[in-house]
């Protein structure tokens, strides 16, 4: 739901931590917001957040369908297509796995991003990508009551 961007958001860039990082091993290179350069090439050091909004907006939000789901696979969605944790042999496919696999359920979704974490993730970022599950799922269940 569109209203639903806003508070998303904030979900979201809580997750990926409003900071630029530039880590050597990190395949998504430069990184601000959450944004990868690798992914976003119009992504910059020092970019204002209002274009940051504006990209996750237009090439997330509204990629995944966002506009159109109920709360709160809405923010599920969103969270998914932010981080899809491509298999690194086919790396176009995590985003169009995910959106092709979309069960009714929301925590189902969320067991199947774990699932494809697990399988997928550099041994590195293994933990922290569940951990990112887990916290989306709290920060459902504190936004719903």
Not at 14 to 43: C, H, I
Not at 82 to 102: A, C, F, S, T
Request: charged content about 30%.
């Amino acid at each position: 739901m569109k209203e639903n961007f806003e508070p998303a958001l904030d979900i979201i860039l809580g997750l990926e931590l409003r900071v630029t990082t530039n880590y050597p091993d990190d395949p998504g290179k430069l990184t601000v917001w959450g944004l990868s350069q690798v992914y976003n090439p119009e992504v910059y050091d020092g970019m204002p957040e209002s274009e940051i909004k504006d990209i996750y907006y237009k090439k997330y939000w509204l990629a995944a369908g966002c506009n159109d789901a109920p709360f709160p696979m809405d923010i599920v969605l969103f969270d998914g297509i932010v981080n899809p944790q491509n298999d690194p042999d086919l790396p176009d496919r995590g985003n169009k796995e995910l959106m092709n696999l979309i069960p009714e359920n929301w925590q189902d979704f969320l067991l199947m991003r774990m699932r494809r974490y697990m399988e997928h993730s550099q041994k590195v970022y293994v933990k922290g990508h569940l951990f990112r599950v887990l916290k989306l799922y709290d920060k459902i269940k504190e936004f719903n009551k």
